[in-house]
């Protein structure tokens, strides 16, 4: 089993900056992919960015320039470096990781609002 528990959202106004934390726990030396999704109100959850297990970024092209994805293994962390924030960006956030195998777990979300 793999937990994952997100921090850092918040209240933020455009143009500002937030740091979001992924902390996972358990089995983790069986994460392989690691993602970060966003879920706005009447909105499809959507992804933000992935992060390999070698350490490869995929962006959407929506954040591409904006966000930096990261991850410590070591540490058992992730990160979302997110820059540059519009209202747009107001969603609640999820840490997401697919293990060797397929098995998926989620966070529990963490909310992140933009003011104009």
């Known amino acids: 089993q793999v937990q994952l528990l997100e921090s850092g959202g918040g209240l933020v106004q455009a143009g500002g900056s937030l740091r979001l934390s992924c902390a996972a726990s358990?089995?983790?030396?069986?994460?392989?992919?690691m993602d970060w999704y966003r879920q706005a109100p009447g909105k499809q959850r959507e992804l933000v960015a992935r992060?390999?297990?070698?350490?490869?970024?995929n962006y959407a092209e929506f954040v591409k320039g904006r966000f930096t994805i990261s991850r410590d293994v070591t540490k058992k962390l992730m990160y979302l470096e997110m820059n540059s924030l519009t209202p747009e960006d107001t969603a609640v956030y999820y840490c997401?990781?697919?293990?060797?195998?397929?098995?998926?777990?989620w966070g529990q979300g963490t909310q992140v609002t933009v003011s104009s």
């Open positions: 992060i390999s297990s070698g350490g490869t970024p």
């Open positions: 358990g089995n983790t030396f069986l994460i392989n992919v």
């Open positions: 997401h990781a697919v293990r060797l195998g397929g098995a998926q777990t």
